[in-house]
């Protein structure tokens, strides 16, 4: 089934058009299968042009108790983005891609509105425009949408300075699955009349309703940028460096970590690395100063080796943001991909257990992340697929032991849905379900995602 009916199909083609309905596998294929091709769905692929077209596809929806997974850029990387494979249930993949209107930048109260399928890099470039700045950023700034941003509340390599992409929320429009609009559209900073259903629904997946346009807050633009490669003998030296540069008097814009492993990699693949470290550290820091070398040199013995650069410092970033796809191409089975974040006084044990566990079971670990944020991709390449569920297993178990959580930025989706119980008790479980059931009661707001449901 999966394909809704032809009564259905009919009503949908009557409200976007027949061209924005795709039900030919070839045809929609790019939509239906998630970023890290591990998760494939059936739908119907659906693309209204905007609100009032998804308030219609929704009411249509729920007339006929038809799933409907939102997706904008599909480069989620939880298989939250696609529909639950081999359910055969009637099914829309909701793309809000031609949402992607970028409104004017009110420079005096500091925000923009946005379309959910406007891309970040299209909000990075009109606040530029205006001598401004949004304060998330991510390699997949150039598809990733503004409504996916939203409802996985993405991280990113700015959160240590302006917070994750809830924080960023202003206002916001969604469609409800009854096909009701819900509004809340002003610039205000300070606005606690009642719940704040902006900031649930962020985080929410897709699983409560479409977001189809967010009111965004703005940030000054960073003057006096400098970035430095900093090679420490490991992940422990590098948080002291960081901290000592902080000392300085500099505003860290940005903290990352390589481990050795994944540098080699992407070295491999034809990045250039400036030296061979244990761990390289990617600090970007604002702010007039001195020079950030001076800093560096108050960091003693914990710098190993150093490269300092003014700017935005391409090739260094180059490095760090060519992790993802190298990762993927360098695997022989699916990545194990875990997304998680401990205390930051445990970084450096996580990252010991993880490299200790992947070499008892024979596999690789490239491990990295936005260290100021004590958030870790664990990867793991080469793991057999009869093993994969219990390796990802056990580095959870790690992570929950370390008190940490099993999804730092990335969410849960439909990948981490069994696991669910390793971050939130059943109190709380049970608080969002009602929640969910309370917005959504026919429960067809993207099914299998965080609640693993049958
Ligand atoms: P999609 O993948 O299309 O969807 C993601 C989820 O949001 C799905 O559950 C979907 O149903 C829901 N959704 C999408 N649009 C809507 C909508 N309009 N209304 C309601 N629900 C919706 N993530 C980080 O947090 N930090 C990073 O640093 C980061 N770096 C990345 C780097 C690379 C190279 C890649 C491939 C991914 C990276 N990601 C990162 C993951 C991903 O880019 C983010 O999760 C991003 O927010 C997803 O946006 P999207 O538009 O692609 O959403
Ligand atoms: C990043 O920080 C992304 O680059 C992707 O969150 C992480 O590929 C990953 O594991
Ligand atoms: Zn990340």
């Known amino acids: 089934m999966a394909i809704p009916g032809p009564d259905v199909v009919r009503a ?9 309905v795709l039900t030919e596998p070839d045809v929609a294929a790019s939509y239906l299968t998630d970023w890290t091709g591990t998760w494939t769905g059936e739908a119907a692929v659906v693309r209204p042009a905007d609100t009032a077209e998804v308030a219609d596809v929704m009411r249509a929806c729920a007339a006929h108790s038809v799933a409907v997974t939102p997706q904008g850029g599909n480069t989620g990387l939880v298989g939250g983005s696609t529909p639950t494979p081999g359910d055969d249930r009637p099914w829309v993949l909701l793309s809000l891609r031609r949402l992607d209107t970028v409104g004017d930048v009110d420079s005096q109260g500091r925000c923009v509105g946005a379309g959910a399928g406007a891309t970040l890099a299209s909000v990075h470039a009109a606040a530029a425009g205006a001598g401004l700045a949004f ?7 150039d598809s990733a949408t503004i409504g996916g941003m939203v409802a996985t509340n993405a991280g990113g390599i700015r959160m240590i300075r302006h917070g994750d992409t809830r924080a960023q929320v202003l ?6 699955p009854s096909g009701d609009v819900f509004t809340r559209w002003r610039p205000l900073r300070k606005d606690n009349v009642g719940y704040h259903l902006p900031a649930l629904l962020a985080g929410s997946e897709g699983t409560l309703a479409v977001i189809t346009r967010v009111l965004l807050r703005l940030v000054p633009a960073a ?6 490669l900093v090679g420490t003998v490991d992940v422990a030296a590098a948080q002291r460096v960081t901290r000592s540069i902080e000392a300085s008097g500099r505003l860290i814009e940005a903290a990352e970590i390589m481990t050795r492993a994944g540098v080699d990699l992407v070295a491999a693949a034809g990045v250039r690395a400036p030296f061979d470290s244990g761990t390289t ?8 100063t001195g020079d950030l070398s001076e800093a560096l040199a108050a960091a003693g013995s914990d710098v190993v080796d150093a490269v300092v650069e003014a700017g935005p410092a391409r090739e260094a ?6 992790h993802t796809e190298t990762i993927a191409r360098s695997s022989t089975t699916p990545v194990v991909k875990l997304d998680v974040s401990v205390p930051l006084d445990r970084v ?3 990252v010991d257990r993880v490299d200790r566990l992947a070499a008892a079971a024979g596999v690789r670990a490239v491990q990295f992340g936005h260290l100021g944020d004590g958030n870790i991709h664990v990867n793991l390449l080469d793991v057999p697929l009869d093993d994969q569920c219990t390796a ?6 790690m992570v929950a032991d370390l008190g940490g959580s099993i999804s730092a930025e990335h969410g849960i989706g439909r990948a981490k849905a069994a696991s669910v119980g390793l971050g939130r008790d059943d109190v709380d479980v049970a608080a969002m379900r009602a929640i969910k059931s309370a917005l959504d009661p026919c429960g067809i707001m993207n099914p299998g995602a965080i609640f693993a449901d049958p």
Do not use: P
């Open 281 to 288: 550290l990617l600090v970007e820091t604002a702010g007039d």
């Open 171 to 176: 206002g916001i429009e969604a469609v409800l």
């Open 223 to 228: 003057a006096r940028t400098a970035v430095a």
């Open 135 to 141: 304060g998330v950023d991510l390699a997949a700034r």
């Open 348 to 350: 450096q044990d996580l």
């Open 392 to 397: 990802a297993d056990r580095v959870l178990r």
């Open 317 to 322: 970033w180059r490095l760090r943001e060519s």
């Open 12 to 20: 949908l083609r009557g409200i976007v058009g027949d061209t924005h």
